[in-house]
Nanobody, 120 residues
Framework: QLQAFGGGSVQAGDSLRLSCAAS????????MGWFRQAPGKEREFVAAVSRSSITTSYADSVRGRFNISRDNARNTLYLQMNGLKAEDSALYFC???????????????WGQGTLVTVSS
C-alpha cells in the first residue's frame, strides 16, 4: 500500500516536497515513480528512482527543478519540487514496480493522489 501526501497550494516559484509512505510491501525491492495528472489531461510520468537510488529518470518538463529520492530504511519516497510553475498543478501519484521503467501502465502498485496547485 502506498500513501502520498505533502501536496498543497503554493505560488509560482515556490518549493514543495511530496512524500509517499509504503506499507505492506518490501519497499526496497521496488523501483519507484511519481506520476501526475492535470484536469482534462492524461496521466504523465514525472520521475523514477531505482531500488538502490543509483538510477533516476525525469521528464523533460521537470528535469533540473524536481528531485526524486527515497529512504529505504523509512520505506518512504520523496519528490522535492523547486521552481514550481502553474503547469505543474496536478494530482500527483506515487507508484511501484519490480523491473525498471517509466511507463505508468507497467507499475504494479499505486497510491492515492496528492493535489498540488500552483498559482501564477
Amino acid at each position: 500500500q502506498l500513501q502520498a501526501f505533502g501536496g498543497g497550494s503554493v505560488q509560482a516559484g515556490d518549493s514543495l516536497r511530496l512524500s509517499c509512505a509504503a506499507s505492506e510491501l518490501t519497499f526496497s525491492l521496488y523501483h519507484m515513480g511519481w506520476f501526475r495528472q492535470a484536469p482534462g489531461k492524461e496521466r504523465e510520468f514525472v520521475a523514477a528512482v531505482s531500488r538502490s537510488s543509483i538510477t533516476t529518470s525525469y521528464a523533460d518538463s521537470v528535469r533540473g527543478r524536481f528531485n526524486i529520492s527515497r529512504d529505504n530504511a523509512r520505506n518512504t519516497l520523496y519528490l522535492q519540487m523547486n521552481g514550481l510553475k502553474a503547469e505543474d498543478s496536478a494530482l500527483y501519484f506515487c507508484a511501484a514496480r519490480r523491473d525498471w521503467g517509466t511507463v505508468g501502465e507497467e507499475y504494479w502498485y499505486w497510491g492515492q493522489g496528492t493535489l498540488v496547485t500552483v498559482s501564477s
